[in-house]
């Protein structure tokens, strides 16, 4: 892509209306748009980071069997109801609107009865069972507060996995799939070694639920880590007696500021039961199908990357979720350096991996500045200078040095 056609442009100044660190920079540097408190327009720059974490987490999704579908974001009260899950006691986040005829119709703010109720039509025999079904979509919650950038947004990007079994034994093994799936996302994202796997509430069908949570001042929850087991436990659950059943000590823990990116729950019949998902096991008996479900919040991933992957000049993507992996930048325009970073601009755009080109009429400081606030993880310069010594000079926007390389140890460098 040509920076002189990205119509998004950088800004020096910090959006006054903005206090959390995630969305000042993803705003400054043209990812996002703010449309109002917790409601975010994702740009080109920041379209590309969003898909390439959805792109992760679908993988890993696909690799355990799971099967992708969208579900719809109009909700049917009717079927809410039978759950009790309508009420606005129970659920305190909805967002509910009318059709003309005055039938009441809510925002998706998360899928398990529509799922369940969906299943119901299909699934009747134990040969029907296990299943993994999930799906990446805008969920909408009027969330109280909305001040943290992407961490909390009223409209916001999740991938909701729910899992369909025969019986306990059944689920507690997919359960543990998905968790390994979940260590594995998180590691490739680049934030396996600040994402704790986290004992919280487990609701009514299980003592705990399993949160991962990830180190950062920006997150709104606070866990007691043990940073030698590796586990941790979210303060709402942090007693005397819960810490005995888990074997951990209290004065080996270490009170600490977390983003929760993802949770995975067991449901047991919750849903099954009230939303009649039954199925004729082997011996010819019915039963209630046993749930599970497993979010990640993607927008909120990319709000705490930004936290936790930034500094004083801007952001600092790690390379699967960059917007593009090479930053070309051409200073000056005499007709040899147009010709040379035309020529490159083409190779490296062959080349994978995708080359955001500063084309611009700009000067070093401007393209330099800029470069280091979007923060894609190579910037490679072509000047006079760098023509002349027949070298390509490739920074890394982690570390200070640049290198200067011939054209085929650069494209291998690259490649
Ligand atoms: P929280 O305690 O942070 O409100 P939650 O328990 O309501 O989260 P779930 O309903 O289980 O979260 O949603 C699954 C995932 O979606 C969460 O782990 C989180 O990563 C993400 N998520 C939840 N609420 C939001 C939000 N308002 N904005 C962005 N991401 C969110
Ligand atoms: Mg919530």
């Not at 998706?108 to 979509?137: A, C, F, R």
């Not at 996302?185 to 934030?191: A, D, E, S």
């Not at 399993?210 to 941790?232: N, P, S, W």
């Not at 910037?379 to 640049?402: F, N, P």
Request: glycine content about 8%.
């Amino acid at each position: 892509m040509r920076q002189s056609q990205l119509f998004t442009k950088t800004r020096r100044e910090i959006p006054a209306d903005e206090e959390s660190r995630n969305a000042q920079l993803l705003i400054r540097a043209g990812f996002v748009h703010k449309e109002m408190a917790g409601v975010y327009t994702f740009l080109p720059l920041g379209l590309r980071v969003l898909d390439n974490i959805a792109q992760v987490v679908r993988e890993e999704m696909n690799e355990l069997g799971a099967q992708e579908i969208r579900l719809t974001t109009l909700q049917d009260k009717e079927l809410w109801d039978k759950t009790g899950r309508w009420s606005d006691v129970v659920i305190d986040d909805w967002f509910k609107t009318k059709l003309a005829n005055q039938t009441e119709v809510g925002l998706g703010l998360t899928h398990e009865e529509p799922l369940t109720n969906l299943l119901s039509q299909y699934v009747n025999s134990y040969k029907d069972l296990p299943l993994l079904i999930y799906q990446i979509q805008s969920k909408f919650r009027n969330e109280l507060r909305a001040k943290s950038g992407l961490l909390r947004g009223r409209e916001f990007l999740m991938k909701d996995l729910y899992s369909f079994a025969r019986n306990q034994k059944e689920h507690d093994q997919v359960y543990n799939q998905v968790a390994k799936a979940y260590d594995k996302i998180f590691k490739r994202l680049g934030l396996g070694d600040r994402t704790y796997r986290t004992f919280a509430s487990g609701g009514s069908f299980a003592k705990f639920s399993d949160e991962f949570q990830t180190l950062t001042e920006a997150g709104e929850d606070t866990i007691y880590l043990d940073y030698d087991k590796k586990v941790a436990v979210n303060k709402e659950v942090y007693t005397d007696e819960v810490l005995k059943e888990l074997g951990l000590k209290r004065d080996q823990l270490n009170e600490v500021k977390a983003a929760e990116v993802g949770n995975i729950f067991s449901l047991g019949t919750k849903y099954s039961k009230p939303l009649g998902l039954n199925f004729v096991d082997d011996n010819g008996h019915e039963q209630n199908v046993i749930m599970g479900c497993y979010g990640i919040g993607i927008s909120r991933l990319m709000g705490v990357i930004a936290e936790c992957f930034a500094d004083d000049k801007g952001l600092v993507w790690p390379a699967v979720v960059a917007p593009f992996n090479v930053h070309l930048v051409r200073l000056g325009d005499s007709p040899a350096v147009v010709k040379a970073a035309e020529e490159l601009y083409t190779i490296l755009t062959k080349n994978g991996g995708g080359v955001l080109y500063d084309d611009r009429d700009e000067s070093a400081g401007t393209k330099f500045a800029d470069a280091d606030l979007i923060g894609i993880p190579y910037r490679l310069v072509i000047s006079d200078k760098t023509l002349e010594s027949k070298k390509y000079e490739l920074k890394s926007r982690t570390g200070r040095d640049a290198v200067l390389l011939n054209k085929d140890e650069l494209l291998k460098k690259l490649a």
